[in-house]
């Protein structure tokens, strides 16, 4: 199977997923190498025109893992999770996607 593109984690995404619980872990891992390979928006879903979001239902539980793309260079096709929530309400809250926002921005003018 091809990989569509590889995910960074970065620090804040990697605190999150250590902080919930093993197997919502485990599905939210399962999840994003899913959506590596298929192109569902159930699983991976932009929601500004720079910033996605991996998607996950478990236990009743939204759970939301923050990311953006880093096309620069001679990479290859690279997501960056930025941070992660569980989402309580239905629409994703902007300052979610705001913190999102100044992560990338952090991320690029540090390259």
């Known amino acids: 199977m091809k990989i569509n593109?590889?995910?960074?984690?970065?620090?804040?995404?990697?605190?999150?997923?250590?902080?919930?619980?093993?197997?919502?872990?485990?599905?939210?891992?399962?999840?994003?190498?899913?959506?590596?390979?298929?192109?569902?928006?159930?699983?991976?879903?932009?929601?500004?025109?720079?910033?996605?979001?991996?998607?996950?239902?478990?236990?009743?539980l939204q759970y939301r893992l923050f990311a953006f793309w880093n096309k620069t260079g001679n990479r290859e096709t690279l997501v960056i999770a930025t941070h992660g929530i569980v989402k309580k309400t239905q629409k994703t809250p902007k300052n979610e996607i705001e913190k999102a926002m100044r992560i990338m921005n952090n991320y690029f003018k540090d390259l």
């Open 5 to 60: 593109f590889e995910v960074e984690f970065l620090q804040e995404a990697i605190d999150f997923l250590e902080k919930i619980d093993k197997s919502a872990r485990e599905k939210i891992i399962y999840n994003i190498r899913k959506a590596q390979i298929i192109n569902d928006p159930v699983l991976f879903k932009k929601i500004t025109n720079e910033i996605w979001e991996f998607r996950t239902l478990h236990k009743k």
